[in-house]
């Protein structure tokens, strides 16, 4: 009896002194593994692992396999993650504003300087249980890339791949929308269902596309928003100690971004040397481009968010 009781003392208490040492969090991306837009994510897994020993770690699931892409903002709303690299396209469904995060390409340490990096949080809190830890890619464009050879911007008759990131302005330059995850793009291209499709100016070769792809559209335009969400619940449970390692690795991830003006730089060449072309219309058609587009996705989210839309573009401030 009460040797029982002892060892049960010691169970529970063997227990507790685990759990404050060491946590493990669930951690998803919503891009493929090894591929460019979850390769920091990884990088920012392997710093936590490290940094964290003890404290705290993250167990890697992975890519689209383990949670479909439109899928991953549900799954750390619910907890059935605990972290999720994802752009907010993927979960406008539950926020629509997300689709306003591509308008802002302000460094991030000026975003968390002036209220910006705040004000997403709260939003993340509100709609998505969940604590918006970091933001990657803001120094990465968009482009349109195409199979069709067009003599000016305007996709009549074209059918083109998207994501809530290009649906408007493909609309409004009179192309058909069609929306698909990444997975599925180059099957669409291969068998024509869709003439062309946005894309980040870097990694049309991680799934072979450069293979169905003819042309890329200049000029580029938006900025790519890739983020780290933790589920609150998640995020309220650790420690203080634990939080400052995933919020210093999360600075860290942010700065990473400083690496992509070379690897655009080298992606474009890549492109040129695979037979990609580019696709220039000069100055003033470019220039056309990027108002039209901008004006579009702003119409279209604050018609969603009424309220948080109009915020958003006086922090973008454009
Ligand atoms: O095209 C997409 O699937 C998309 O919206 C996206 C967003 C951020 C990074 C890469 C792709």
Do not use: C
């Amino acid at each position: 009896m009460r040797s029982t009781f002892i060892a049960g003392v010691a169970v529970v208490l063997a227990a507790s002194t685990a759990a404050a040492q060491e946590v493990t969090l669930r951690a998803v991306s919503s891009f493929a593994e090894g591929t460019e837009f979850s390769k920091n994510f990884e990088r920012f897994i392997e710093k936590v692992n490290a940094d964290g020993k003890g404290l705290i770690k993250i167990n890697y699931i992975g890519g689209p396999r383990a949670v479909p892409p439109f899928e991953v903002g549900n799954a750390v709303r619910t907890r059935v993650v605990d972290i999720a690299n994802v752009t907010g396209a993927f979960y406008t469904n539950l926020m629509p504003e997300a689709d306003g995060f591509k308008l802002n390409g302000k460094p991030m340490n000026e975003q968390r300087q002036n209220g910006t990096w705040e004000y997403i949080n709260q939003l993340h809190n509100q709609k998505l249980n969940s604590y918006y830890l970091a933001r990657q890619f803001h120094n990465v464009p968009f482009h349109i890339y195409l199979n069709k050879k067009i003599d000016k911007i305007d996709f009549s008759g074209l059918k083109i791949r998207v994501t809530p990131v290009y649906r408007d302005v493909v609309e409004a330059l009179g192309g058909t929308p069609i929306t698909t995850a990444p997975g599925e793009v180059y099957t669409a291209l291969e068998r024509g269902v869709a003439d062309g499709y946005g894309w980040p100016v870097t990694g049309i070769f991680d799934l072979g596309w450069d293979k169905v792809t003819k042309f890329r559209m200049e000029p580029p335009f938006y900025s790519v928003e890739v983020n780290v969400l933790v589920n609150l619940d998640s995020w309220k449970a650790l420690n203080d100690a634990q939080r400052k390692v995933l919020s210093d690795a999360a600075l860290w991830l942010e700065g990473l971004d400083s690496e992509k003006v070379a690897v655009i730089k080298a992606e474009r060449e890549r492109q040129a040397a695979a037979g990609i072309q580019a696709l220039d219309f000069g100055p003033a058609a470019s220039k056309a481009f990027l108002d039209r587009a901008n004006d579009v996705a702003w119409q279209s989210v604050i018609k969603r968010a009424p309220e948080s839309g109009p915020k958003l573009r006086q922090l973008a401030g454009n």
